[in-house]
């Protein structure tokens, strides 16, 4: 089934990641490095995540997931090697309206995570709705071997040309198509450099 594509400001939005493993502590890096207030549920967790508690960065309870831990959740990820439990969080998150990926069976949630690859503030989501992730990170690196981080450098040229157009205050057509021609402009400096041996 298609998606909708999109990335969400999750800047002091409550996460929850029920499991404390490899992939949760997986799930909780990309939310913490989006800027969620993160909590974590688990019987046992990894060190990393037990490290990263002991720091402040996230909360953590030790124990077995509750209904109750999905309050004020935004965002929840049932990241347990218990399909049974998994189950249990994406059915109680769904029926409270919260977005909820579930890592082992993707389609008993609502959305999933991308392979993601960053260059600045280039951000490239490569996604196979849950299907095969797998195969989403095989051409995230593809990509990675043609995307370097000359294209973040460009992308901040890009938009300070935009800011400096809108403070000018000129008709948002002209400002699009200037912006677009400066940044077909820096992509084509890009691909040249690349091609030159």
Do not use: W
């Not at 769904?94 to 389609?107: N, Y």
Request: include cysteine; glycine fraction near 10%.
């Amino acid at each position: 089934m298609p998606q909708l594509p999109l990335n969400i400001e999750m800047h002091g939005r409550h996460a929850l990641v029920v499991g404390g493993g490899q992939v949760a502590c997986r799930k909780v890096k990309a939310l913490l490095a989006a800027g969620a207030s993160v909590r974590v549920v688990a019987p046992e967790m990894s060190t990393e995540i037990t490290q990263l508690a002991s720091a402040g960065d996230l909360a953590a309870r030790g124990g077995r997931y509750r209904a109750g831990d999905l309050d004020g959740v935004f965002l929840a990820v049932a990241a347990t090697d218990d399909p049974a439990v998994n189950r249990r969080v994406a059915s109680e998150a769904r029926r409270r309206g919260i977005l909820v990926a579930v890592t082992d069976a993707p389609e008993l949630g609502n959305c999933t995570f991308p392979a993601v690859l960053r260059r600045g503030g280039l951000e490239i989501g490569v996604a196979t709705g849950g299907r095969c992730p797998a195969f989403a990170q095989l051409v995230r690196d593809l990509l990675a071997g043609m995307i370097g981080e000359e294209y973040g450098a460009a992308l901040e040229r890009a938009a300070f040309a935009r800011e400096k157009l809108l403070t000018e205050g000129n008709d948002s057509t002209y400002n699009n198509q200037l912006v677009r021609s400066i940044a077909q402009r820096l992509i084509a400096e890009l691909s040249e450099k690349k091609e030159t041996p």
